[in-house]
């Protein structure tokens, strides 16, 4: 399989397939076991080559499934103690299974038996299939994987599946894209370089084929069906997903937002443990956040537990999404006033073009 085809396995195939490659054994399995032999990995594997990019991709994998509260351990070799480059990887069952006292009513046991017969023929089982007679090939002891491990499911924009295809065709594709703030969608034509998710939404990374430049579209965001142009572009070389991430991430860390919360409130003990938050010198937290109309989103939803400091941008986006409830509801806006007045549109600040 070629580099480009062996780039469109679907990131929730490979995660699944990793998953139940370290199900499969009790001894678990060694980096390089897992890139020359599972789903996702093995068709970029190169046995003389370099597998830098590979070895990351794994990487930013195991903290993805470690988010998922997949128990994903580390061990030593037998043998072989603080020897990194051998180190394993495992999935122990009995800290992924479910506990002893939740049971099933036969109804319930029927849904889960067929829902076991369609992963059973999917294209998923197959390869993880194969992937455990290449285990057994290189005599690694395995046990075939229990279909009550399924993954959990994602719900996806109904954009991502024909998305993905002009993506496997390198199809230059149009869409109706609506930026927060504006009444009207603004027709899109963009050669698309890489689905990627980021913290649970999915991105079009995608290049402008009149201005060359590059731009990351939230799907939600996308408001019309995706057409086909009849047109095609060659796509430029490097890990083009790996670099949506990163510019993502650059954004992310260049953003903050200060907040004070209500002590012993949910929004206190949630936002404490939202990655990257900071306490200031003064006591109030400061967050991070990649699109700004997202994370007003997120703060107007805790309602009166948090009062947003600054920037004056968030400000007045969290207290006008308060005032839009307070008068849905008819209701008074004494907590929406608590941010301040101000009549101007928050800052996108944000790496998706809307």
Do not use: C
Request: without cysteine.
């Amino acid at each position: 399989m070629s580099q480009s085809s062996s780039s469109r396995v679907p990131v929730e195939e490979r995660l699944f397939s990793l998953v139940l490659a370290l199900l499969a054994t009790e001894t678990g399995l060694t980096k390089n076991e897992i890139l020359s032999t599972v789903q996702g990995y093995r068709q970029k594997y190169s046995a003389r080559g370099d597998n830098a990019n590979l070895e990351r991709q794994f990487e930013r994998d195991k903290d993805d499934i470690r988010e998922l509260g997949v128990p994903l351990e580390t061990v030593d070799s037998p043998g072989q103690s603080g020897n990194n480059q051998n180190l394993r990887y495992r999935i122990p069952r009995g800290a992924y299974e479910l506990p002893s006292d939740i049971t099933f009513s036969a109804e319930e046991t029927t849904l889960l038996g067929l829902a076991a017969m369609v992963w059973r023929e999917g294209s998923l089982s197959a390869e993880s299939r194969r992937a455990i007679v290449k285990l057994r090939s290189l005599g690694i002891t395995s046990d075939e994987p229990v279909l009550g491990y399924a993954p959990r499911l994602r719900v996806r924009d109904a954009t991502f599946e024909p998305l993905r295809t002009a993506l496997e065709k390198n199809a230059i594709v149009r869409f109706a894209y609506l930026k927060p703030g504006q009444l009207d969608a603004v027709i899109r034509t963009v050669a698309p370089l890489a689905l990627v998710q980021y913290q649970g939404r999915w991105h079009l990374y995608a290049e402008e084929p009149d201005t060359g430049l590059t731009k990351t579209f939230l799907l939600r965001r996308i408001v019309t069906q995706i057409a086909t142009t009849g047109k095609t572009f060659t796509p430029p070389p490097g890990d083009q997903s790996a670099k949506a991430l990163r510019e993502i991430e650059a954004v992310w860390s260049a953003h903050t937002v200060e907040v004070t919360v209500e002590p012993d409130s949910d929004a206190a003990t949630r936002l404490h443990k939202r990655r990257g938050t900071e306490v200031s010198a003064a006591g109030t937290l400061v967050l991070h956040y990649a699109d700004a109309n997202i994370v007003a989103d997120e703060l107007a939803g805790y309602g009166p537990e948090v009062v947003v400091v600054s920037p004056q941008a968030i400000r007045t986006a969290v207290r006008d999404r308060l005032l839009r409830v307070a008068a849905d509801h008819g209701a008074g806006g004494t907590h929406a006033d608590d941010h301040g007045a101000g009549d101007h549109r928050a800052d996108q600040g944000r790496p998706t073009d809307g």
